[in-house]
């Protein structure tokens, strides 16, 4: 089993920055990728970016590169989320996830999820 603990949401005007943090423990090892998702009132889960374990090359969906930026501190188990030039549409609930690589991203892991929002 692996624990997700989120941290560092909260609410800021658009343009603005903040970092998001996920602590892992437990079977860390034997995830092989970390990643970020959101959820936004009324609208489904979606992906916005991933890291993985060893090589650490990120992944990031369309709307947040450039923006966005996913890294990883190994010898703490913490993934981080860096959210920069923040618009009102990031307005959501951010959700740590942790899994495997079999060919596809397979996430098996979540955390309880922080809030971000964003005003205009």
């Known amino acids: 089993q692996v624990q997700l603990v989120e941290s560092g949401g909260g609410s800021v005007q658009a343009g603005g920055s903040l970092r998001l943090s996920c602590a892992a423990s437990g079977r860390t090892s034997s995830n092989d990728v970390m990643g970020w998702f959101r959820q936004a009132p009324g609208k489904e889960r979606e992906f916005v970016a991933a890291i993985m374990r060893i090589s650490g090359n990120p992944y990031y969906a369309a709307s947040v590169k450039d923006r966005f930026t996913i890294s990883r501190d190994s010898a703490k188990n913490t993934v981080y989320l860096q959210l920069n030039s923040l618009k009102p549409e990031d307005t959501a609930v951010y959700y740590c996830?942790?899994?495997?690589?079999?060919?596809?991203?397979?996430?098996?892991?979540w955390g309880q999820g922080t809030q971000v929002t964003v005003s205009s």
């Open positions: 996830a942790a899994g495997s690589n079999t060919g596809s991203l397979k996430f098996d892991y």
